[in-house]
Structure formats: structure tokens, C-alpha cells
């Protein structure tokens, strides 16, 4: 998937500036974005701060962490049982 050019912080700014009152059109074109990008983005992003942003970017980081760890360690299980099944 291509990488944005545009940072989340950056993408809530833009939504700000049409809940503040701007055109859609107008902010699209102004930054460079399509109609369809700035819906997909209100969809995505819609009524967040960018408090919030950061603190869910935080939690899903450690989420990845968190499960990263669980499949180290039924790894090492599923191998102690394989091993201990053998020497019984």
C-alpha cells in the first residue's frame, strides 16, 4: 500500500478546516487531495483529536507488541510439549 504523504495529525488538521466552515472542494484542492481521499479520511479519522490519534497509535503499538510476544512464547510451548511427548 502506497504511504501517504500526509501525517495523521496533518489529516485531522484538514478535517478540522471543513467542520470550521470551508468547502470541501476548495480544502481539497488547496491541499492537494482528492474528494474521494477526504471521505475515506472523514470516515477513518471523524470527531478525533490529535490527543486521541496519538493515544490510539500508542495503544495499537502495543498491541503489536503485546501480540508479537504471545506467539514467541506458543512457540516455545508448542516446542517444550513436542519435547516432553517425545521423552515420554
Known amino acids: 500500500m502506497k504511504k501517504s504523504k500526509f501525517n495523521e495529525e496533518q489529516i485531522v488538521r484538514i478535517l478540522k478546516e471543513v467542520e470550521a466552515g470551508a ?3 476548495e480544502t481539497c484542492r488547496k491541499h492537494g487531495i482528492s474528494e474521494p481521499t477526504y471521505y475515506v479520511w472523514k470516515s477513518k479519522y471523524a470527531n478525533m483529536e490529535v ?3 496519538r493515544h490510539l ?5 502495543e498491541l503489536a507488541r503485546l501480540k508479537r510476544m504471545y506467539a514467541d512464547l506458543a512457540l516455545e510451548h508448542h516446542a517444550l510439549k513436542d519435547v516432553l511427548s517425545r521423552k515420554l
Not at 497509535?57 to 503499538?61: C, D, G, N, S
Open 23 to 25: 468547502k470541501v472542494a
Open 51 to 53: 490527543s486521541q490519534l
Open 57 to 61: 497509535k500508542e495503544v495499537e503499538a
